[in-house]
């Protein structure tokens, strides 16, 4: 969803005093939206996904996307994370999270390696999309700390999201089990190569909510003392 009017502001210190900083308002003038800011996991650095304003009468496809951008406290520097135009645009990405060695793992619908794998089976080229059909599914991948080789490293023809690095250097993720009988929300693990893809937890663990409500299990975060909070 786009909700224009959003924008990402940093203070100096965790007080309602201390002065704040608009740091995207230069580039939305307040007609954009912000969303899934991370923190990086040492020096001052923020990765979030930001949507500049829409193009008054442009067709969908020529609307900007979400794009990854990093912010730097320090030196007060932001930046796009992906610098080419181009490439920046082949699709929306969101819910970007720093990995231990600087990369940065993400969700997109940009699906390079499914369209190769499509071309090499002497298919047309297109975007999977979920299940119900209404949009391009958002699966895993990784880009440099420089914003080159964005890669895929999930297939899902529903969508994979808000993945976050564990303790054990495998990545942990919200996958949308969408096909025949199946409708919800589980999480999954594996490696940041694309690898060792395995179920964490939820298939048989839905109806655990107030009073037999489902339930499904979202935007996982390791803790300090290894357990999982989704």
Do not use: C
Not at 109 to 131: H, M, N, V, W, Y
Not at 138 to 161: T, Y
């Amino acid at each position: 969803d786009f909700q224009p009017g959003a924008d990402l502001f940093v203070r100096d210190r965790a007080a309602p005093t201390a002065a704040e900083v608009n740091v995207t308002g230069a580039i939305t003038a307040g007609a954009g939206d912000v969303r899934d800011v991370e923190p990086s996991y040492a020096g001052p650095r923020l990765v979030f996904a930001m949507r500049e304003p829409l193009i008054e009468g442009a067709d969908e496809d020529e609307q900007p996307t979400w794009n990854l951008w990093e912010y730097e406290v320090t030196t007060r520097r932001l930046h796009r994370v992906i610098q080419s135009d181009i490439v920046a645009e082949e699709g929306h990405d969101v819910a970007p999270h720093y990995l231990p060695d600087g990369r940065i793992v993400f969700s997109s619908t940009r699906q390079r390696q499914s369209r190769a794998i499509l071309l090499d089976e002497g298919k047309p080229q297109f975007a999977a999309q979920d299940e119900d059909r209404r949009e391009d599914a958002f699966v895993l991948h990784v880009v440099n700390a420089d914003g080159s080789g964005p890669r895929q490293i999930s297939f899902n023809q529903s969508h994979d999201l808000d993945p976050a690095a564990l303790d054990d250097g495998r990545i942990v993720f919200s996958r949308w089990d969408n096909a025949g009988p199946n409708n919800e929300i589980n999480l999954y693990t594996m490696r940041p190569d694309g690898t060792q893809l395995e179920l964490l937890y939820g298939a048989q663990s839905h109806a655990t909510g107030t009073d037999g409500g489902v339930v499904h299990f979202l935007e996982p975060r390791q803790r300090t003392d290894g357990r999982i909070l989704a």
